[in-house]
């Protein structure tokens, strides 16, 4: 699965653990997140990141 980065604070999303603290399951894909769901470090919304 692919890791995410967000642009504004370089923050990591990786699928194998999700983001438990936000309601993300380990193993959910980023395109499987909801809308709604944003960067635990600095709330920037999905549209922030990018595919590494």
Known sequence: MEKWRCTICGYVYDPEYGDPDGGVAAGTR?????????????????DQFEKM
């Open 30 to 46: 980023f395109e499987d997140i909801p809308d709604g769901w944003a960067c635990p470090v600095c709330g920037a919304t999905k």
